[in-house]
């Protein structure tokens, strides 16, 4: 592992109305619940598609519950007016939860509808490196004071090597500061976790942007951690280390599973273990609750049943 | 060895993803006089078949179907050309490739794994496939059917321009459309007017068998 002394970890601020949420590399992990979004879950586009939104309150409640920090807002369904749905769903979150949002959208109007109902400092997800996509979408993070993940992509391809990633991250950088006069703290960069399964030299190369990131800006990064076990067995276990790991190269958030106590638990070991958590209090904390709540299931459970 | 225990490992090194041992085997085979067919129809297919059948189970992961598409692809090299020389067909030409706008490729890549273990011949352009790159190769290779990924909400449109490309060019009824990828559905498909969908790569081979046997049933040879 490299030994360059990092630069110093910049903060990122998001809010809702009523609760501000600080990402840093040397805070404790920010979790970003990833359940609001119907890719692959047909029968919740089915529901949807149907008027029928009772599926976010019941995912809203058990990422709260499991230890979400912030929640990602995604409605690309096909065939629906997204613009239109997501500012409904990030009106409908807000009135359920005070814990900020990440509007999630790779359609412009989309981002700018969810902007304009959200009350607080959104994340915005996301731009890449595309000039059209950064022309598009860096005005709306200014004009509505957000904060914005990036992807080191371009027109061209999801370059494997490092190297290339950073030089597209100082493009971002280089255009979002100086064109649009947007802090370097408000870009959170994914560095691009892609699936294991399908080739077992990305998560080396992976890990070697964000030592770069971290080195070279100290800015903040998030990943979606889940893409990392796509078609392997044990992806829970495998999601976890993933994000044990990518801790330790300077991964200061994550959109993954915030509803597997497993998963949460290790990004919330790995903060106690990387002096995130002082005394242990948070880990300690969590013990006792997840106690608790065994307890009360036990004490629910019908008779005679063990 | 025998022909009959040639056609066992390569059914059997096949399905484990041992590609040095399939080449050996498919070079055996040759020696022994068998013919490149059998050793294709009985043996490679379907052990690709049963890749497939695991992997929609659940019983097998991403890397497996990947190694055992490597091992048949480096046998497919050796009985290509001999199979191309004794005139056997394929049972049809797949062309496949990423929208333009797109990079994504993990997805298309499976099912084009599938298919040529289904014996189609697949011609993968790639990603950032233009619809005017689509027309040119479907006129360079006449396809029986090209395939349309895209992984994205924003680059889904792209499937009804590549269609209205091929309409203007006036080809659309040369070719069978398959669309497909993670944000795609059947009403989607049916929306740009695709003749066929899939959720999954094995779901794209047993799609694309039926939308060619209806095809081929309906036009005298």
Not at chain 2, 48 to 76: K, S, T
Not at chain 2, 100 to 125: P, Q, Y
């Amino acid at each position: 592992m490299s030994e360059t002394t990092p630069a110093t970890p910049l903060h990122t601020s998001i809010r809702s109305a009523s609760r501000e949420v600080v990402i840093g590399s040397d805070l404790p992990f920010c979790v970003i619940g990833e359940r609001l979004n119907p890719t692959g879950r047909r029968i919740f586009q089915e529901q949807i598609k149907a008027g029928d939104l009772s599926a976010i309150e019941r995912d809203v409640k058990a990422q709260v519950l499991g230890g979400a920090d912030v929640l990602d807002v995604n409605m690309g369904v096909p065939l629906v007016d997204e613009a239109e749905l997501l500012a409904k769903v990030i009106t409908m979150v807000q009135g359920m939860t005070d814990l900020p949002i990440c509007i999630d959208s790779s359609v412009v109007e989309a981002l700018e509808a969810g902007l304009s109902v959200y009350q607080g400092r959104a994340l915005v997800n996301s731009i890449t490196a595309e000039d059209e996509r950064l022309e598009q979408v860096l005005p709306l993070v200014k004009k509505y004071d957000a904060a914005v993940v990036a992807l080191p992509n371009d027109v061209d391809e999801i370059p494997m090597e490092a190297e290339k990633r950073l030089e597209l991250v100082e493009k971002i950088v280089r255009v979002a500061t100086q064109e649009y006069g947007i802090a370097i703290e408000d870009i959170v960069i994914d560095p691009l976790a892609m699936p294991i399964g399908a080739d077992q030299a990305t998560g080396i190369s992976t890990l070697a942007t964000m030592r770069g990131i971290r080195e070279t800006w100290g800015m903040n990064m998030t990943c979606g951690a889940s893409n990392v076990s796509f078609g392997m067995p044990g992806r829970h276990e495998l999601n976890g280390a993933w994000l044990a790991m990518a801790m330790t190269a300077g991964l200061s958030s994550a959109i993954m599973d915030a509803r597997t106590p497993s998963v949460v638990a290790a990004v919330r070991a790995a903060d106690l273990l990387l002096g995130h958590d002082e005394w242990g209090m948070a880990w300690i904390s969590r013990h006792r609750e997840m106690q608790r709540a065994a307890e009360e299931a036990a004490a629910q459970a019908p008779a005679g049943v063990s | 060895m025998t022909p009959e225990e040639v056609l066992r490992g390569l059914f059997d090194e096949t399905l484990v993803g041992n590609g040095p041992r399939v080449l050996e085997l498919t070079h055996e085979g040759l020696g022994l006089g068998m013919e490149p067919q059998t050793m294709l129809f009985e043996a490679l297919i379907p052990s690709l078949e049963e890749v497939g059948a695991r992997f929609e189970r659940g019983d097998f992961f991403v890397p497996e179907m990947l190694i055992a598409g490597r091992a048949m692809a480096g046998a497919m090299e050796v009985l290509r050309p001999l199979l191309a020389e004794t005139g056997v067909e394929t049972i049809g030409k797949f062309l496949m490739g990423t929208v333009k706008g797109d990079v994504h490729d993990i997805g298309k890549n499976l099912v084009n794994i599938m298919l040529e273990g289904a014996g189609f011949e697949v011609i993968d352009l790639g990603v950032q496939v233009a619809p005017e790159t689509f027309i040119a190769k479907i006129q360079e290779h006449q396809p029986d059917i090209v395939g349309f990924s895209a992984f994205l909400t924003t680059t889904m449109p792209m499937f009804k321009a590549n269609i209205n490309a091929l309409q203007k060019a006036g080809m659309r009824d040369d070719v069978i459309v398959m669309v497909g990828g993670a944000p795609v559905t059947q009403e989607y498909a049916d929306a740009v007017g695709a003749d066929g969908y899939a959720a999954d790569a094995s779901g794209c081979v047993r799609r694309a068998k039926d939308l060619l046997a209806t095809r081929r049933a309906k036009v005298p040879a």
